[in-house]
DNA sequence: TCCTGTCTTTTGGTCCAACAAATAAACAGC
DNA sequence: GCTGTTTATTTGTTGGACCAAAAGACAGGA
């Protein structure tokens, strides 16, 4: 027996989780997302009408409609009238939305977050430095220099995630980057306050630019002390903030911040 | 105006988000939430009835029925018959389905998680140095004890996973907790099936005992090294996959493993 | 008094029928 | 061929019905 096999075998007994569950609900949802794959519909083909589906697996329309607003919650469809369900490409949006809802917005939570950046965005700069091409940064360059557009807060709140997680991407792990884009409500609206408090694309741009610079050269030293201190000054709005959960999470915020 | 009540103005600007849904359901999953904020309800307390909130808020049944899958989709209460809906405190285990729905489960995404757990487990080593306490770390060694129970596999993967949940812990940092806890289905697989190849807990027991001396004796050299080294071995049985994503992901997992 | 088994009533689970609202599709008029 | 109108289909919502399960009331015995 290979490894594969072993792995996949593994797998499927995994799959199997409660077998109490015998709702005609959950077994619709099975059901329907289990019809999605056998038919491989995929994003914008319609389902049947609710009425189909409901002769088709044996279930009141009501039982139908508890399932979908299942799968609607979930982003995996989404249900215009007279149309029927549609496959959706929601889902990101749906998982974003409910962990957003689990992290409660506050500055604690602001601070916590930008130590979770520091985390991530200064861990993988060995990678970025190794691994990125020249092409790879230039492009960071095109992305930066967006910022300047100035159109707004809410704009260069979002120029401003962009890079950031084009950095992120660099890193080339997609766990890594779906989760930074989790937090993508929080991290832009940590963004949009500090802007809000003063205009400062200008300077945005610039430290943005020393990072890509840093890495251009491969200095990770460098690298590591830039992403920080931005970082870092991207909460001086919430100094303020002295409860005792903030400052918990600010010892975290701060890990790692040594200066070279 | 100061800096807090630009924020929390900010906060609530992004509260708003699409006047245009007035669905019936969409609003009694808002009035819902509402009624548990404002009656101030906890995790255990139970709802009105299904007939009664239709009563309170003008609608039928199978409305309030239909909001309530959606409540339950999200984690947020569980409804068990008779009792009828109750405040659940499964909201995190609903994000953590709905995010392992999106990640495939596969040879390449175990590659990519592993990957993704050495750029976290290396990153925070720092802090852990400089700021867990000796009582910390002999709670580790209590944690990394429980492993040689040897209670089968399915338990031995739990008490692993544990023992890197504790790790993480340390980092004092809650979204950077949040995130990895919802890789917690993917991660025990990988040591599901690392275990179920040949079982060799004493030898995670050791390797998390020199981890925990080297956290000891404050040297992030050798920290490095060994989670790099542990985390690496920990995917070897995927070895022979060999297709391009599993590729394209394995240079990632091996990033920052160079030998000190 | 306290326990125990039975019975009633409440409640969620499912389905059906009906009507309203929305809209895609067919159609008539030019 | 284009445009405005009509029609038919489908979702949105409601009320009612019935069933099964379970909590709570109740009676009977130790």
Redesign the pocket.
């Known amino acids: 027996m290979n490894t594969d096999a072993m792995l996949l075998a593994a797998l499927a007994a995994n799959a199997v989780q409660e077998p109490a569950r ?7 949802v099975d059901q329907i997302r289990e019809l999605v794959r056998e038919r491989g519909l995929v994003i914008g083909d319609a ?6 589906l ?1 002769e088709q697996f ?9 399932a ?1 607003q299942v799968l609607k919650a979930y982003g995996i469809v989404e ?7 549609v496959l959706s490409d929601r889902h990101e949006e749906a998982v974003r939305k409910l962990f957003a809802f689990q992290n409660d917005i506050s500055p604690a939570s602001f601070i916590d977050v930008q130590g979770y950046r520091r985390i991530v965005e200064s861990g993988i700069g060995d990678h970025i430095i190794l691994h990125a091409t020249a092409a790879d940064l230039d492009q960071l360059d095109a992305i930066n220099a967006r910022i300047l557009g100035n159109n707004g807060v809410d704009d260069a709140a979002r120029c401003d995630f962009e890079f950031h997680e084009a950095l992120v991407t660099l890193a080339n792990n997609r766990t890594l980057l779906a989760n930074y884009r989790l937090l993508q409500p929080v991290i832009t609206q940590i963004m949009r306050v500090g802007k809000a408090t003063r205009p400062v694309q200008i300077d945005t741009f610039e430290v943005h630019a020393q990072i890509i610079n840093a890495l251009k050269s491969r200095d990770r030293v460098a690298y590591a002390y830039l992403i920080s201190r931005h970082l870092e000054h991207g909460l001086q709005f919430v100094e303020t903030e002295q409860n005792g959960r903030a400052h918990i999470a600010r010892s975290s915020g701060r890990m790692g911040s040594s200066r070279p």
């Open positions: 015998v709702s005609a609900v959950d077994r619709l389902l049947p009408t609710e009425r189909d409901g044996q279930a009141g329309r009501n039982t139908v409609r508890e979908l249900v215009r009238p007279k149309i029927g369900a």
